[in-house]
């Protein structure tokens, strides 16, 4: 159950900070499912008896307005390099329970007397005199102007002075409801939103809905008539959806392909719900109540796709070319000619359907209307001021409704755009702040872009928990093999800037990400720079930042579902020649970077930064001095946290951590040769590498190993797994040579926790480079860390100099002599014997080397 701490928190996150959109709020919507959802309880009547149990004990003195609105101090202030604490407000829980007090009432009833509302909802007598529900409004705006830059329009509180502006806030009450399903019901989707608009203006019932509707409505009506993709944002568009979503109206079916190539496929409600669809059955059903062609389609086995990015798709209306879903009975149809025409992509997880190529492939923005009218879409938010990202390719894009492409005007000069589909256009390469102007003909629009993310809050970034968190590392969640100090740094080039695109990329993935975001939005997001020329592909994009220590990508717990969680900007001690010194990490965007390079400065203190072996790669930060007082002095007055690392050294047959009951069930075999989950389980070699998953789908799936002798290894980490099963066949994973350590596939990836640890040991991230048709990642080495990790992990091989030593013993013999030991196996090199191993004391016996045939 949360405490009185976490609910102000959530209040304050949920119902403000997240929900303003271009800095302003002018309603707030109250939804019961989120309280419900956050407080834990099971129903409406369990979340209403948590929600008291944390209001303050002096509730009614807050009331009364006989105790002033507090504040609690709080971590740092909001840019990190200040070093300042935050006052915070302890008490809009309060605001928000009287809020959700009047549109749970009034569902059943309608109420208009907010005092009987409290005095049946408290059990007791309220008090009658609520001055102090309006004083804590005032303070709450003035808090979120000062700090936050967030207007929060409060309404004209009329004739009740005391309760008027809390009666005017939320919506949607039982009125509101009412009308939107009517609306609903009367055939309008969710994606016109003009029409939309107008019928509800024009409803007879619209005078009767709440003061905070009707306001809600009129900013989204004329977000709507000037740009649809920022109405969506608003909280009106959040209460249409959700009466869609109470018949599945204006529901998606969307493909989404993951790291190891698995494809499933999800019905995603207008809401943003989300549930995998099992099996055909389940899909044809779904498709169903999407419209009548699709429906057609998917009785005919053949479902016409669009891209929605580079690894997901959208179940959409169209002509069955370029790219499709296809059942295999449809295939099975069809003859040995057009089959062969048709090129197949990969299966779909619980379904008899497969990803292919039918055709030409169709351009990402094909799917804008006919007649769009010119306007700024897939904006990356900055700021709360309807600020958006400016660095190329994150710029905004631009939809246009035909004829010439439209020209940018920036600065005063113009700028051609270049089109990347059917009438929409992209900025030109470069960084761009301030007014953008976008005119086509006729008509122009503007949008204001910033280059960089601003700094987030501390206390508004939500971190990794264990309490919801499942660490993709498992047993190796913030650990290493050795105290960095007690290892050399090596030697390494002066290294290569980043590629702009890459800054581009970790801008937007750390404006967009504090309060965590789903992987499949983040892997869509680095699609934008996948799919420009020579970049490496969205998931070893994604996996760059997690490896350079910028985020977790936890499993969520009891959901099917992954996550990206920034990690808190943090010190690790990491000495240099005669310096002390901290290795820096976590999430470095340019202003955070600066603000340290600047912080540093104004110590004397040496500041470093460390660039990669190739141009993607993230740069590392380091700071020291030969003053030990100095560099102290620094990280107390920065928001860094020092590291806290616990030793683990423990080998691959010790990696297995969780359990898997007798309710799970395969759903998935490791194919060894295609590297991905889609082999044959009969077929593959022990021991053999599987994935399970409940009937049900609700919760994530476990990775076992199994061996021919019945026992099993299971895993809650797929990357874990992996490595065991790799290890297991004797498959070299990694290849260590000079100073790096390679990947022998794409696939392949050290545990995270090893990547930062090499990171943080030779002051170097990790960077991608072109390999073999892929993107393979090099991590930063020297002879002794590859060979502790080597003795951990025996898939990573090290290359060693191919002199013998005074016994005659090669080094690669002695690191693999007690792996051998089992089989008495004699070891041989050039055509002679050199070693073999004696079961009986483990030791390396030296024979004299003999001519062989």
């Not at 799970?664 to 082999?679: I, K, L, M, P």
Request: aromatic share 8%.
């Amino acid at each position: 159950m949360p405490s009185a701490v976490e609910w102000e928190d959530w209040c304050l996150e949920t119902f403000f900070l997240n929900a303003a959109v271009d800095g302003r709020i002018d309603a707030i919507e109250i939804d019961d499912g989120k309280i419900i959802e956050y407080s834990g309880a099971h129903d409406l009547e369990g979340a209403h008896r948590q929600f008291l149990s944390v209001l303050p004990p002096l509730l009614d003195d807050y009331l009364k307005g006989e105790v002033s609105p507090s504040f609690r101090a709080v971590g740092k202030a909001a840019h990190r390099s200040l070093g300042e604490s935050e006052a915070r407000p302890n008490f809009v829980r309060i605001l928000i329970f009287f809020l959700w007090l009047q549109i749970t009432v009034s569902k059943d009833k309608d109420e208009g007397d907010i005092r009987k509302m409290a005095t049946a909802a408290l059990g007791r007598q309220s008090p009658q005199d609520l001055v102090g529900l309006h004083n804590m409004w005032i303070a709450l705006a003035r808090w979120l102007k000062k700090h936050r830059d967030i207007l929060l329009e409060l309404p004209d509180h009329g004739n009740e002075t005391h309760v008027g502006i809390t009666k005017r806030l939320a919506f949607p009450t039982k009125k509101d409801l009412d009308l939107l399903r009517r609306v609903r019901d009367d055939g309008y989707s969710r994606t016109d939103l003009r029409s939309i608009s107008r019928r509800i203006a024009g409803d007879s019932y619209f005078d009767r809905t709440s003061p905070a509707f009707r306001r809600a409505f009129e900013s989204w009506r004329t977000a709507a008539n000037v740009d649809e993709e920022a109405a969506r944002e608003l909280p009106f568009m959040s209460a249409w959806t959700r009466v869609l979503a109470e018949k599945e109206f204006g529901t998606s079916i969307v493909l989404s392909c993951d790291e190891f190539g698995e494809i499933e496929v999800q019905k995603i409600l207008a809401d943003g719900r989300s549930r995998t669809l099992q099996s055909d059955r389940e899909l044809r059903q779904a498709c169903r109540k999407l419209s009548g062609e699709i429906a057609k389609a998917a009785g005919v086995g053949m479902l016409t796709l669009q891209r929605s990015g580079l690894a997901s798709w959208i179940v959409s209306e169209g002509d069955r070319t370029g790219e499709c879903l296809i059942s295999e009975a449809a295939l099975g149809r069809l003859t040995p000619l057009v089959r062969s025409k048709i090129q197949m992509r990969g299966e779909v997880r619980y379904l008899s359907w497969r990803l292919c190529n039918v055709g030409q492939r169709k351009e990402i923005g094909s799917n804008t209307p006919q007649n769009p009218s010119l306007r700024f879409v897939d904006k990356v938010r900055v700021g709360a001021r309807g600020t958006y990202l400016g660095r190329w390719p994150m710029t905004p894009r631009v939809v246009f409704p035909g004829g010439r492409q439209p020209v940018l005007l920036i600065e005063g000069q113009s700028y051609e755009s270049t089109s990347i589909g059917d009438r929409i256009a992209s900025f030109p390469p470069g960084v761009w702040n301030g007014p953008v102007g976008a005119q086509a003909g006729s008509q122009a629009t503007t949008v204001t872009l910033r280059g960089d993310a601003y700094p987030h809050a501390d206390e508004d970034i939500r971190y990794f928990d264990r309490s919801r968190h499942l660490p993709e590392d498992g047993i190796f969640h913030d650990t290493q093999p050795k105290d960095p100090d007690l290892l050399t740094t090596g030697t390494s080039g002066s290294g290569i800037e980043p590629d702009p695109r890459l800054i581009a990329l970790q801008e937007a993935l750390y404006a967009r990400s504090a309060r965590t975001m789903t992987l499949q939005a983040a892997v869509d997001m680095a699609s934008r720079v996948a799919s420009t020329e020579g970049a490496p592909d969205v998931w070893a994009l994604v996996r760059l930042f997690v490896d350079s220590g910028w985020f977790d990508l936890p499993y969520v717990s009891q959901v099917p579902a992954r996550t990206l969680v920034q990690r808190r900007p943090s010190y690790r001690p990491r000495k240099k020649a005669d310096l002390e010194g901290v290795s820096i990490e976590g999430p470095m965007p340019v202003l955070l970077e600066e603000a340290i390079r600047r912080r540093a400065g104004s110590f004397d203190l040496t500041f470093e930064r460390n660039l990669g072996l190739t141009a993607w790669s993230l740069p590392k930060l380091w700071v020291g001095s030969s003053e030990k007082d100095a560099l102290q002095e620094f990280l107390k007055s920065s928001d860094l946290e020092e590291l806290r690392v616990a030793t683990v050294l423990k080998k691959s047959n010790e990696w297995s951590d969780i359990g898997v009951g007798d309710d799970f069930e395969r759903t998935g075999t490791w194919d060894s040769a295609e590297v991905r989950f889609g082999g044959n389980y009969a077929a593959e070699p022990w021991p053999r590498f599987v994935r399970m998953d409940r009937p049900a789908r609700d919760t994530n799936a476990r990775y076992v190993v199994e061996h021919d002798a019945g026992q099993r290894e299971t895993f809650g980490s797929a990357n874990l797994a992996l490595l065991r099963y790799l290890d297991l066949r004797e498959i070299t994973a990694f290849e260590a040579s000079g100073d790096n350590i390679r990947t022998m596939h794409q696939r392949h990836r050290l545990p995270s926790a090893w990547a930062r640890w090499l990171a943080t040991v030779h002051l170097r991230n990790c960077a991608l480079e072109p390999s073999d048709g892929g993107w393979a990642c090099v991590y930063p080495a020297s002879p002794d860390s590859a060979l502790i990790l080597s003795k951990i992990y025996p898939a990573l091989r090290v290359k060693s100099n191919p002199q013998a030593s005074e016994s005659g013993i090669l080094p690669w013999m002695e690191r693999t002599r007690v792996r051998l030991a089992r089989d008495r196996r004699p070891i041989w090199h050039d055509g002679k014997l050199r070693a073999i191993h004696d079961l009986s004391g483990l030791r390396t016996c030296s024979r004299e080397p003999r001519e062989t045939r």
